[in-house]
């Protein structure tokens, strides 16, 4: 059974750099890994995907180490409006999806 | 706004009965995912089609079942309701079926009393 644990929680400060880190097991090196942004009474919204190494986007990077065990959700400069909740979704063989517990992200001024 | 339109956003029901959740996906999207989103067990894929056709399942349980119309719109059946069942309930479109850059919609909010 697949297991996708996440932070349940983080601080941070306006400016600052953000990781986020999902750990996850047996990914093969086509799986996907996604990352989805909540904010409340909302549904989640697409920050940014992968299955290599790095990739990059205009408001994120995804990075997945060697051993592909974990991924790691990075945000540039975070701002009061980045307060939200963070999911990471691991696609298995194209056809089964799970989702971490999700991390929230509080910014503070 | 997402693109993705889901009705009802409210739905208070009593245990026992059944509801029909309807979901229209962005224009040109094929496929349609369904997830459940609860405090207890957080976001949960159900299932998902493309095209019209059944092409993933997860944690869904046999007293809910999906389809997805010509038209692309499709519904979520929830049957023989109890209160565990209260949950947000939510519909994602994406063009591929295997890509996860999903669009979601803001969700149903199902409660069971």
């Known amino acids: 059974l697949a297991k996708t644990t996440q932070p349940i929680s983080m601080d941070s400060y306006e400016g600052q750099e953000v990781n986020i880190t999902c750990s996850h097991n047996?990914?093969?090196?086509?799986?996907?890994i996604t990352w989805y942004q909540q904010f409340p009474s909302q549904g989640p919204r697409f920050i940014i995907q992968?299955?290599?190494t790095k990739v990059t986007n205009e408001v994120a990077s995804l990075f997945i180490p060697a051993d592909r065990k974990s991924s790691t959700l990075s945000l540039p400069r975070v701002s009061l409006s980045d307060t939200a909740v963070y999911y990471c979704?691991?696609?298995?063989?194209?056809?089964?999806?799970?989702f971490g517990s999700g991390t929230k992200l509080n910014v503070k001024p | 706004d997402s693109g993705v339109t889901q009705t009802p956003k409210h739905l208070i029901t009593a245990t026992g009965q059944r509801v029909t959740l309807r979901c229209s996906p962005r224009?040109?999207?094929?496929?349609v995912y369904w997830y459940q989103q609860s405090l207890d067990q957080g976001l949960q894929f159900l299932i998902q089609?493309?095209?019209?056709?059944?092409?993933a399942k997860g944690n869904i349980l046999e007293r809910f079942s999906a389809q997805q119309f010509p038209d692309l719109h499709s519904e979520l059946n929830l049957s023989s309701l109890e209160l565990g069942d209260s949950a947000l309930y939510f519909c994602?479109?994406?063009?591929?079926?295997?890509?996860?850059?999903?669009?979601f919609g803001q969700g149903t909010r199902l409660t069971v009393v």
């Open positions: 992968g299955y290599k």
């Open positions: 089609y493309y095209n019209g056709e059944e092409r």
């Open positions: 994602a479109s994406s063009v591929g079926q295997g890509v996860t850059e999903a669009f």
């Open positions: 047996n990914i093969a090196t086509n799986d996907y």
């Open positions: 979704l691991v696609l298995y063989n194209f056809n089964k999806f799970y």
């Open positions: 224009s040109g999207d094929l496929s």
